[in-house]
């Protein structure tokens, strides 16, 4: 299973991650953070949960982090970026040009705090939201929001999981690519 997380904003906005979005961190074979963690030591704290951790720098970042990412599961091309520079924020042509660039089939995203999973031009674009529910830029605050995908024989099993009054909701979707 890999695990996506974006947007954290500690300790500018949010004081933690819940704990049940820790526990799926530590239970992936791959955990991916879309930027924006703000600290260095909440990078450093969640790849110590981690099997396997893919992160990329938001637009919060005062240390170094790549500005994409791209790794491998299951027989499927996968990459992370934040979003930062992309107006409107989300724009799907842009984030399809992303994916080109990337040569991938899946683009996990962050950068609007919004979950989403969307299969544009034979590409899917994922955005886990804020993994806190912390609001900015276009988006007012929510409820902590994350994604996880596994691999059902060649498709994509992407469960869009959402935190309300520490109650866990999830919507499962399936994908071809």
Known sequence: MIAVISDSHIPSRAEEIPEKFLEKVEKAEITVH???????????????????????????????????ETFSYEGHNFGAYHGTGINPRGHHPTLLRIVDDLDVDVLFHGHTHQQ??????????????????????????GNPKMITVDDDQGSLIVKLVELTDGYETVEERSFNI
């Open 116 to 141: 989403e999973a969307v299969k544009k031009e034979g590409k899917l674009l994922l955005n886990p939201g804020s993994c806190t529910g912390v609001g900015g830029g276009s988006s007012e605050r």
């Open 34 to 68: 879309c930027g924006d963690f703000v600290t260095e030591e909440l990078h450093d704290c969640i790849e110590a949960k981690a099997e396997k951790f893919v992160a990329v720098k938001g637009n919060c970042e005062r240390f170094e982090l790549p500005s994409s």
